[in-house]
């Protein structure tokens, strides 16, 4: 076997390890103190609810998954155009940051009524929420690549006429790239928390389905507590699924000449 | 002026301060004729790499003037090309497109670029690493990729601020040799910045000592070293004279006005 994928192995049997452990624990809270099942419910009842209620679920995860990502998908679009306003002149970021910053601190449940007043409840005003609360690390993130650009690169591109868009396109984009992918590791999972938030709020439109913020308020007003867990569960996978496809995307564009993902030197000699 | 020849860099008492601040440069003149390699050489603060910065336009004069080519800077941009002290390549381009960049930018077609990039590339001799990215390459690569990009442009001016400063001195040398051999081959004109006293005898065909507070020149040191110049060169006994002729200028451009120094 190769050290690599035998080192991999030990990882995995290690993170499987720290799980059985975690079971274990939460089995014998339950069995010495005696918890009520509505309280907490068993691993093994947690697993039943995913199985029984799987469809369910999988209809909860896609419409929470398609309003978290018309969210994200709009705060990369957006964040980037604002970043390129705010890379052209410290003028204009002076003015605009402030209100930017207002976007990170406002706690979103403070206006997550106001957004369903204005914009109807439904998936749509979800949307709206889980894209309000990821936009600022998009924005600051790619603000930050366009403008630390290398003084002597930029000189490089005045010595041979470039034009302000020259400069833009073939030097401030793509050395903001890999700052505009950290900001989407960010975004993708505040999106997903904004839209599990914006459902608690936002309702369904038939009794029973919804997004999984709404089937979790569901499922604790019915105290059935072994779903909620299992909503919880999926919720977390569909974190885990964004992040991880914001990762292979970065992988994808950037493992060639970045940093970040290092490849292993192919060819270096002097 | 009928009959004269215009020289590739005319400075006239040129004067340099950032905002308020103590000036950079007090008073320079320095004219380099077409074909010449000239080296600027002097202690931190004495407004080297200012001056090629001024050449270049990149940064505009305070006072006095300077001509490129009988052109104003900024003008001139098109027979200019620089080299900077890192090998400034963008990482997210090939070898050969960061080569290519400066055509691009100028809008050269596609075709005539490849052209003329692989050209290039060969005569640097890094043919081989055409489709790697920087990171894979190491210093001394690097820095040939970015005289090459220089290179690409048909450049009649080269500005070369310390390129070879952070490499070992090996590369250093072997650069120094393949610089000689390509002016040789292009016939352009250099002015080079540099800390090292042996560099600045091999490549250039004049020395200039600038002294620091405000930068200006102190002394200037003809190389009438024969060519073309090779390897052999750095343990002729006229190159230890030059080099002690040099350090002398050096240290004498470092003592405090008024303070005495032997005799040059």
């Known amino acids: 076997m190769k050290p690599n994928a035998k080192r991999r192995l030990v990882n995995f049997a290690n993170a499987a390890a720290v799980f059985v452990v975690l079971l274990a624990l939460w089995q014998s809270v339950l069995w010495i103190f005696r918890v009520p099942q509505y309280m907490l419910p068993s691993p093994w009842a947690v697993a039943r609810a995913f199985v029984d209620r799987f469809t369910t679920i999988l209809i909860a995860l896609e419409i929470t998954?398609?309003?978290?990502?018309?969210?994200?998908?709009?705060?990369?679009?957006?964040?980037?155009?604002?970043?390129?306003?705010?890379?052209?002149?410290?003028?204009?970021?002076?003015?605009?940051?402030?209100?930017?910053?207002?976007?990170q601190t406002v706690p979103i449940i403070a206006i997550a009524p106001l957004i369903l007043m204005?914009?109807?409840?439904?998936?749509?005003?979800?949307?709206?929420?889980?894209?309000?609360?990821?936009?600022?690390?998009?924005?600051?993130?790619?603000?930050?690549?366009?403008?630390?650009?290398?003084?002597?690169?930029?000189?490089?591109?005045?010595?041979?006429?470039?034009?302000?868009?020259?400069?833009?396109?073939?030097?401030r984009l793509p050395h903001a790239v890999p700052s505009l992918f950290v900001g989407m590791r960010i975004a993708s999972g505040l999106a997903v928390i904004g839209a599990v938030t914006g459902e608690l709020y936002a309702g369904s439109s038939r009794v029973g389905v919804g997004g999984l913020g709404y089937s979790i308020l569901y499922a604790s007003t019915q105290l059935q507590t072994d779903y909620l867990f299992a909503l919880v569960l999926a919720t977390t996978v569909l974190g885990f699924a964004f992040f991880f496809l914001v990762m292979f995307l970065e992988w994808y564009f950037l493992h060639n000449w970045h940093e970040s993902v290092r490849m292993p030197d192919a060819d270096a000699d002097s | 002026m009928a009959g004269r020849v215009v020289p590739m860099v005319e400075i006239e008492n040129l004067g340099k301060r950032y905002g308020a601040g103590q000036p950079v440069l007090g008073g320079i003149h320095l004219s380099v004729a077409k074909g010449e390699f000239v080296t600027l050489i002097g202690p931190s603060g004495c407004g080297k790499s200012t001056v090629l910065k001024l050449i270049s336009g990149l940064t505009?004069?305070?006072?006095?003037?300077?001509?490129?080519?009988?052109?104003?800077?900024?003008?001139?941009r098109e027979i200019i090309s620089y080299i900077f002290q890192?090998?400034?390549?963008?990482?997210?381009?090939?070898?050969?497109?960061?080569?290519?960049?400066?055509?691009?930018?100028?809008?050269?077609?596609?075709?005539?670029?490849?052209?003329?990039?692989?050209?290039?590339?060969?005569?640097?001799?890094?043919?081989h690493v055409a489709k790697s990215y920087p990171r894979q390459l190491s210093g001394g690569m690097k820095m040939r990729v970015s005289i090459a990009r220089a290179l690409a442009t048909n450049p009649r001016l080269l500005l070369m601020d310390e390129p070879f400063a952070a490499l070992d001195e090996m590369s250093r040398d072997r650069l120094n040799e393949e610089i000689l051999r390509l002016q040789a081959e292009q016939k352009w004109t250099a002015v080079f910045v540099t800390h090292s006293v042996s560099e600045a005898i091999f490549l250039s065909t004049r020395i200039i000592v600038l002294a620091p507070n405000p930068g200006r020149v102190h002394a200037e040191v003809a190389v009438d070293l024969p060519v073309p110049r090779t390897a052999a060169l750095r343990d002729a006994p006229e190159f230890d004279a030059l080099a002690v002729k040099v350090s002398h200028a050096l240290r004498a451009a470092l003592a405090p006005e008024g303070a005495p120094v032997a005799a040059p």
């Open chain 2, 60 to 76: 505009p004069a305070t006072s006095g003037s300077i001509r490129v080519d009988g052109m104003a800077p900024k003008d001139a």
């Open chain 1, 118 to 171: 204005w914009v109807g409840a439904g998936t749509a005003s979800v949307g709206v929420i889980a894209f309000i609360i990821s936009l600022a690390p998009v924005i600051f993130n790619t603000t930050q690549g366009l403008i630390s650009v290398d003084e002597n690169l930029v000189h490089l591109f005045l010595m041979h006429n470039a034009s302000p868009s020259q400069i833009l396109f073939k030097l």
């Open chain 2, 86 to 127: 890192d090998a400034t390549l963008l990482p997210w381009r090939t070898v050969e497109q960061n080569v290519g960049l400066g055509l691009e930018l100028e809008g050269v077609a596609r075709r005539t670029r490849e052209q003329k990039t692989a050209a290039l590339l060969d005569l640097v001799g890094l043919g």
């Open chain 1, 65 to 103: 998954g398609e309003e978290s990502a018309g969210g994200l998908v709009a705060s990369i679009l957006i964040g980037l155009l604002v970043a390129l306003i705010f890379a052209q002149s410290r003028w204009v970021r002076r003015m605009l940051y402030p209100y930017t910053l207002l976007l």
